[in-house]
């Protein structure tokens, strides 16, 4: 039995301290299954994009007076958080040959090999050549020699991203699970005082979020599902990526409605210029593991010095406290060391372990990063002060539990792309992806800038 998707959504909006009639303008349609899953991913995903949506529409009420409607096809919503897209026809290669799931000694043991030195650290680990030659065969034998938890173990201690596969019960005995259960699943803390900073009226023909400033230092999917939320919303979204760090293929969808600027903050001056353009932005988006940013000078008290009034919005694996708070991890890691993986498998009645059919915990967070910055935002337009909104992969997990099991989640009729496709031009080329699930009802979502690469704008704001 699932959480109806009204009651998830009016359980959000109302823990955001936001104004309860809003929910009476959000149109919720569709039903689980959407997607072969025994989890409300559908809901999870058509739940969290209307809350990002509605709080916008809140925000466009306060600068113009304009009451929107929001609306969300469930299925459109889980369809987006597949990420489709097609550069010139042609889909990219998303995973890396040795990323997935293997069967140890004892258990089974996950893998993330999408950035060259997370599988040649790996690699090294278990004794294998280093590089691309390595094929998926050789890893197979000898994490067959290998416990699950050890190398698990072995990995995090050398900074590595791999997870050992638990059930629900094992998740729920570890530390960390009680660390994640004591979180909000959207934090929003103010963090320091400072006046209102007040918006510029908008026109009713705007969208909600136009000249909303938001620097984006995120480079998976969460983070940079957030910021293209809000650029989907009119927002100015800057793109920051270190020119010493590599991207996932993914980045040409999430890229869509962005500014994208070099900086480099292993430098003073680089360090020095995201200061610049922070003290004139609104919102601040960072996927940082938690006190790595800090260690560069932005943490949140000297972003909120540096900017008073700033939200700041911090995206974590397993949040930030507890034995795990420091540890990495990416969707599918997380899908597996908290018991999603061996769930689905005895859902289908299969041995494998069986991942759920998108990153739902990516983008659900993404989606509720979006929300908790605009509901921060919405707070303190109308009293002030800096604020901090802090989201885990690992809550957003536990947030798909609390929406309950789909019984025959497994017979969802086949997914069909072709009618929420939208084609654009890009830096890449054409770029063909799905259109924004988020539905409002005077100022259609969208992207007016196209995705492009890291660094095709200066580190300089627009005017608004």
Not at 112 to 135: K, Y
Not at 375 to 399: C, F, I, N, P
Not at 416 to 444: C, I, K, N, Q, Y
């Given at each position: ?11 959000l909006w109302r823990a955001a301290a936001l104004p309860a009639d809003a929910l009476q303008h959000a149109t919720l349609t569709g039903a689980d299954p959407v997607l072969p899953s025994s989890f409300a991913v559908g809901g999870a ?402 992207y007016v800038r196209p995705a492009m690469p890291p660094g095709s704008h200066p580190l300089a704001w627009p005017a608004r």
């Amino acid at each position: 039995m699932t959480v109806a998707a009204a009651t998830a959504l009016e359980s959000l909006w109302r823990a955001a301290a936001l104004p309860a009639d809003a929910l009476q303008h959000a149109t919720l349609t569709g039903a689980d299954p959407v997607l072969p899953s025994s989890f409300a991913v559908g809901g999870a995903a058509q739940v969290s994009f209307a809350a990002a949506a509605l709080a916008a529409a809140e925000i466009g009420q306060l600068r113009n007076g304009l009451r929107q409607r929001v609306r969300v096809d469930m299925r459109h919503a889980a369809l987006e958080c597949c990420g489709r897209f097609t550069i010139d026809g042609v889909a990219p290669q998303i995973w890396d040959k040795l990323a997935g799931l293997y069967a140890c000694k004892t258990g089974w043991v996950r893998l993330h090999t999408n950035f060259a030195h997370h599988r040649d650290g790996v690699l090294r680990l278990l004794g294998l050549p280093e590089g691309a030659q390595t094929e998926r065969a050789a890893v197979e034998a000898t994490l067959a020699n290998w416990d699950a938890a050890a190398f698990e173990q072995a990995a995090t201690d050398a900074g590595m991203v791999v997870a050992a596969l638990r059930s629900f019960a094992e998740w729920d005995a570890h530390p960390q699970s009680a660390a994640i259960a004591a979180q909000p699943l959207v934090a929003i803390e103010r963090i320091g005082d400072a006046p209102p900073l007040t918006l510029p009226t908008l026109p009713q023909s705007s969208r909600p979020l136009n000249g909303v400033r938001v620097l984006d230092l995120t480079r998976i999917l969460a983070g940079p599902f957030c910021g293209r939320t809000l650029a989907a919303c009119g927002a100015d979204v800057m793109l920051v990526n270190s020119p010493n760090l590599p991207n996932i293929e993914a980045i040409v969808d999430t890229s869509r409605g962005k500014l994208s600027a070099w900086c480099d903050l292993r430098t003073a001056a680089g360090r020095d210029a995201l200061r610049g353009v922070l003290r004139e932005a609104d919102i601040f988006v960072q996927g940082y593991r938690p006190g790595a940013l800090a260690g560069l000078g932005f943490a949140p008290d000297a972003v909120a010095q540096a900017r008073p009034g700033i939200v700041m919005v911090s995206l974590s694996a397993y949040g930030e406290t507890g034995p795990w708070a420091g540890k990495r991890g990416f969707d599918s890691l997380v899908q597996t060391a908290t018991g999603f993986n061996q769930a689905e498998a005895r859902a289908v009645g299969a041995a494998q372990p069986r991942a759920l059919p998108m990153q739902i915990l990516d983008m659900a967070s993404g989606a509720l990063m979006a929300f908790g910055a605009q509901a921060a935002l919405w707070r303190q337009q109308r009293e002030g002060g800096s604020w901090h909104v802090r989201v885990s992969l690992a809550r957003t997990g536990l947030w798909l539990r609390e929406l309950g099991r789909v019984a025959d989640g497994f017979k969802s009729p086949a997914a069909d792309f072709a009618e929420v496709m939208e084609t654009s031009a890009s830096g890449w080329g054409e770029l063909s992806a799905v259109r924004p699930a988020a539905e409002f009802s005077h100022t259609p979502a969208g992207y007016v800038r196209p995705a492009m690469p890291p660094g095709s704008h200066p580190l300089a704001w627009p005017a608004r």
